[in-house]
Each structure stands twice: as C-alpha cells, then as structure tokens.
C-alpha cells in the first residue's frame, strides 16, 4: 500500500473526530508477547457489553492481530474517499485496523517513521466512528513511533493502560513505558498483569511460572493502581483465535470474574473525581 493510496487527514478534522469520541484508552507494553492485544481486544469488548459504545483501533502496523481476535480476519472496509468506515463486532463495537486495507494477511507493511506518522493521523482522523463513549486503541510494544504518534494525536481524555507479565525482564522494559507516558504527559490509568499465573484445567490449582506478584509490586513501588491479573487459560487462546472475548470463552470462571474485575477498577479509576 503506497502512502498516495490514503486520503490526507488534517488536523481540524482530527479534531473533530477525537472531540466526539469520550475517553481514549491507550493499551501499552513496554515489550511483545506480553498480550497487550488480548487485553485491549477484552477491554473493548467487555465495555461494549456494558451498554457502552466503543470503538476499537489497532495501531499495531507491523503486526495487526485484532482482526483475528474479534473474527473479522479478512474482511475489507468500506470507503468513499476522505473517510474509512470500521467494521462492527457488534451494535456498541466497531474495529478499525491497517489488516482490513492489506490485499491478503500475509502482505508486510514495510514504513519509515514519517509514513507511519502519517498513517495514523489518518486512521484517527479519517474514520467514521461517530460518538463514542471509549475509544480502546491497541499500541504496538515499545516506545517508538507508532505509540509516540498516537499519544501525541489522541488529545485530551486520554489515558494509558499498561500490560506487563510477572517477570523482571518484563518488569524493566515497563519502567521505560512509564517514564514515555511521563514524557508525553499522558496520564496511566493503571496496570495490568498478564499472565499472573497458570490454572490446571484438571485439578483448579494455580503455579506461578513467570514468578508472582511482579506488577503488583511495579505498581506499589510507582504509586500506579493494579487493575487486575489476569492468569493463563487455554479457553483464552482458544477464544481468542475463534474471534472470542475472555468471558465469551470456554476460560473457567476466575479468569472471567477476573477480567470483569478489570474493567470495573479501570472505569473507576477513568470516571474518578
């Protein structure tokens, strides 16, 4: 996809369509594999069964997988034009992602930093979300241009949610996230921790791999609020690879509770006066 191929977004139309949109909660990770998609994906869609309406953007250039999560793998959207429209998941969630632009899911996006600068102004302004009560958007991992260009876009109402696994190697490249949402002046909401722990499906019992215990006490040192943690199932990976949501998965009950528990410390903390 050349960059001619996108209309141009410009900033009083980023404006107004960042003006309609509520709260914008940025998912972001200081390193891959830690699930930051998996947790956006839930926190979106877990909203939007709360009544609320929610939009959903993946930013994740290089690596898109919430197309996948939210089983639209392979669709396409529709445009005319100046605008993009996302493709809904349901009556309160629609999905926007650089995959339903790609001729075929194995094309590789291969831009420079100015380019995807570009692209997302151009996602966030060009997208026909209408109003919004959240917008979720799925950051890649890292502090580099994709989440520095969208925490410099999004504008007021916005805020992070970072996912960290348990571990130290884990744990360090967070630190680094937070000090890039201090430099950029985006406040954080709160953390999370990704699997926390691993439930035998057989006998209930839980072992700790990745150790225990490492964002809560990332949290405590930094004065954040853990939001919750979320251990690992197969009925999640299962799901997720289905088009499902956590609590629309064969996941036990726990990790369900868990992820709704998630999303009510989040609002909390978002709606806090």
């Not at 209930?204 to 609020?225: M, V, W």
């Amino acid at each position: 996809m050349s960059q001619q191929g996108h209309p141009q977004a410009d900033t009083e139309k980023l404006n107004a369509t960042m003006s309609a949109i509520g709260k914008k909660i940025l998912v972001l990770s200081g390193k891959g594999g830690v699930g930051k998609s998996t947790v956006a994906v839930n926190l979106a869609t877990e909203l939007s069964k709360r009544g609320h309406k929610v939009g959903l953007l993946d930013v994740d250039l290089h690596g898109p997988s919430v197309p996948r999560m939210t089983g639209l793998e392979g669709q396409r959207i529709g445009g005319d034009g100046d605008n993009f429209y996302p493709l809904e998941v349901s009556a309160n969630l629609k999905v926007m992602s650089i995959a339903f632009m790609l001729e075929n899911t194995s094309q590789a996006v291969i831009w420079r930093g100015p380019m995807k600068y570009s692209v997302i102004q151009q996602l966030l302004a060009n997208t026909v979300w209408g109003e919004l009560d959240y917008l979720v958007i799925d950051a890649p991992p890292g502090t580099g241009d994709e989440p520095l260009g969208t925490a410099q876009l999004v504008g007021v109402n916005a805020g992070a949610v970072i996912v960290t696994t348990p571990q130290q190697v884990s744990i360090g490249d967070v630190r680094r996230c937070i000090t890039f949402c201090n430099q950029v002046m985006l406040p954080i909401w709160g953390v999370i921790e990704n699997m926390s722990s691993v439930i035998c499906p057989h006998c209930g019992q839980s072992f700790d791999i990745f150790k225990s215990d490492g964002g809560k006490k990332l949290a405590d040192e930094l004065n954040l609020p853990l939001l919750g943690s979320l251990p690992i199932d197969p009925g999640i990976v299962i799901g997720a690879d289905a088009g499902l949501s956590i609590c629309e998965s064969q996941a036990c009950p726990p990790v369900k509770q868990e992820m709704e528990k998630i999303v009510d410390n989040l609002m909390a903390k978002i709606h806090k006066k």
